[in-house]
Nanobody
């Protein structure tokens, strides 16, 4: 699996950005794909995931109502639309997914999978930096 994130940049508070993740080697056998972020001096946080099977979504409380994850299966691309950005959203954002073997036979709700990315993930790509500052 290869994941390539893009779309980061410098933006003022209240503005929007859209991140893209081009995925290869990724199939519907995988439970979910999404994003985690790492800010300097802060713990890593699973931000949002989307199910590979039915398109259901999960959002961390910190971004709920502001971020929207979506996917384009024809392009093997996942997007993260980030609106009403805040300075605390400043971080490096990584596209991520887990091997199906990691979750087979386990409780694999999107919330559990996405939250687990705070401490470990099987596949992730080079991150893209989002800086929210005036």
């Amino acid at each position: 699996v290869q994941l390539q994130a893009s779309g980061g940049g410098l933006v003022q508070p209240g503005r929007s950005l859209r991140l893209s993740c081009a995925a290869s080697g990724f199939t519907s056998d995988y439970y979910a794909i999404g994003w985690f972020r790492q800010a300097p001096g802060k713990e890593r946080e699973g931000v949002s995931c989307i199910s590979s099977s039915d398109g259901s979504t999960y959002y961390a409380d910190s971004v709920k109502g502001r971020f929207t994850i979506s996917r384009d299966n024809a392009k093997n691309t996942v997007y993260l639309q980030m609106n009403s950005l805040k300075p605390e959203d400043t971080a490096v954002y990584y596209c991520a997914t887990d091997s199906p073997r990691s979750w087979s036979g386990r409780n694999n709700t999107l919330e559990i999978i996405c939250s687990s990315w705070s401490w470990g993930v099987d596949y992730w790509g080079k991150g893209t930096l989002v800086t929210v500052s005036s």
